[in-house]
T-cell receptor
C-alpha cells in the first residue's frame, strides 16, 4: 500500500513570494491534515479536512495561508506572501476515519522543507 | 485547549538497555487518544504506539510499551533492548477528535 505522498520535498523562496505544496493521501483515507513543524519543535496542526470539508482551521494564518481539498482526495496548501517565520517543514497526514467509528491512526508523508530567505 | 509536555529534551542509552521517556498532558476531556511517534533524521513521522484513554490496560508493541496513568495525566514510553535504529526524536501526542497536539519532543540517542 502506497503511503502519503508530498511534493516538492524542498523549496527555497524569497520573502513575499508565493509557494504551494501538494499532498496525496493514502487511498481511501477520508481525513487529511496539514501540520507545520518549525525546527526544534513539535508539529502544529494547521488545518484538518474530512473528505472535502474543513473540520478545523483555527490555527491557520488565514491572511496568508490557504488550503483546499477538491474532490476529497489530493490537497494543496498555499502561502502568499511568504514570511521569514514560515520557514519550516510542512507535513501532510491522513487517516481512515469511518463515520461513527473510533479515531484512526494518522500516517504521515515525508514532508516539504521550506526555506524563506 | 490541550497541552502536552515532554520534560526531557535529550536522552541517551546504551544498546540493549532499557530507557523510559516521559510525557504529561493536560485536558478536561474523559475520552481521548494518546500516541508516541518517532521521527528519525529522514524526518518521516512514524507511529510507535497508541493508547485509548478508556482502556485500562497499557498498550505494548514488541519492545515498546507505555505506562498510562490517567488520573495523573501521564503517558511514558518504555523501550526495551534498545537498538541503534531507535535513535530518533520521539514525540508524545494527544488527540480528541481534531488533529494531534504534540509535545516538544525528546531526542533519544542509542550508543553502541
Amino acid at each position: 500500500e502506497a503511503g502519503v505522498a508530498q511534493s516538492p520535498r524542498y523549496k527555497i523562496i524569497e520573502k513575499r513570494q508565493s509557494v504551494a505544496f501538494w499532498c496525496n493521501p493514502i487511498s481511501g483515507h477520508a481525513t487529511l491534515y496539514w501540520y507545520q513543524q518549525i525546527l526544534g519543535q513539535g508539529p502544529k496542526l494547521l488545518i484538518q479536512f474530512q473528505n472535502n470539508g474543513v473540520v478545523d482551521d483555527s490555527q491557520l494564518p488565514k491572511d496568508r495561508f490557504s488550503a483546499e481539498r477538491l474532490k476529497g482526495v489530493d490537497s494543496t496548501l498555499k502561502i502568499q506572501p511568504a514570511k521569514l517565520e514560515d520557514s519550516a517543514v510542512y507535513l501532510c497526514a491522513s487517516s481512515l476515519d469511518i463515520a461513527g467509528g473510533p479515531v484512526e491512526t494518522q500516517y504521515f508523508g515525508p514532508g516539504t522543507r521550506l526555506l524563506v530567505l | 485547549a490541550q497541552t502536552v509536555t515532554q520534560s526531557q529534551p535529550e536522552m541517551s542509552v546504551q544498546e540493549a538497555e532499557t530507557v523510559t521517556l516521559s510525557c504529561t498532558y493536560d485536558t478536561s476531556e474523559n475520552n481521548y487518544y494518546l500516541f508516541w511517534y518517532k521521527q528519525p533524521p529522514s524526518r518521516q513521522m512514524i507511529l510507535v504506539i497508541r493508547q485509548e484513554a478508556y482502556k485500562q490496560q497499557n498498550a505494548t508493541e514488541n519492545r515498546f510499551s507505555v505506562n498510562f496513568q490517567k488520573a495523573a495525566k501521564s503517558f511514558s514510553l518504555k523501550i526495551s533492548d534498545s537498538q541503534l535504529g531507535d535513535t530518533a526524536m520521539y514525540f508524545c501526542a494527544f488527540m480528541k477528535l481534531e488533529g494531534l497536539t504534540f509535545g516538544e519532543g525528546t531526542q533519544l540517542t542509542v550508543n553502541p
